[in-house]
């Protein structure tokens, strides 16, 4: 398994913005093969922004990667720029791979 780990800063009073815009992440995920789910988790807010966490969840890497290559993958990013106003600073990714034992 993988995960696919964003961590984004919300400036605050965007916060209903940015996950209107996130929800529809989800649909262009569902088509990918190894794609197993996709979650949206709410941090602490401070004066300044609203941290989110995004973990999506996948049978493998090599599922991850091979979907870094589709046209979905690109609008999903090409989303997240278009809508960087929404944010502080750049959306922080972490890929994390289960250990096997």
Same mark, same amino acid.
């Given at each position: 398994?993988?995960?696919?780990?964003?961590?984004?800063?919300?400036?605050?009073?965007?916060?209903?913005?940015?996950?209107?815009?996130?929800?529809?992440?989800?649909?262009?995920?569902?088509?990918?093969?190894?794609?197993?789910?996709?979650?949206?988790?709410?941090?602490? +807010? +401070?004066?300044?922004?609203?941290?989110?966490?995004?973990?999506?969840?996948?049978?493998?890497?090599?599922?991850?990667?091979?979907?870094?290559?589709?046209?979905?993958?690109?609008?999903?990013?090409?989303?997240?720029?278009?809508?960087?106003?929404?944010?502080?600073?750049?959306?922080?990714?972490?890929?994390?791979?289960?250990?096997?034992?």
């Amino acid at each position: 398994m993988f995960i696919g780990n964003n961590r984004f800063y919300v400036r605050r009073g965007s916060e209903k913005e940015f996950e209107r815009i996130w929800t529809n992440r989800e649909g262009l995920l569902k088509e990918s093969e190894g794609f197993i789910s996709i979650s949206l988790l709410r941090g602490t +807010t +401070t004066s300044e922004s609203t941290l989110y966490i995004s973990n999506s969840i996948w049978k493998s890497r090599t599922h991850f990667e091979n979907w870094k290559n589709t046209d979905n993958f690109k609008l999903t990013v090409k989303n997240t720029s278009r809508n960087k106003d929404l944010y502080i600073g750049f959306p922080n990714f972490e890929g994390l791979q289960e250990v096997d034992s």
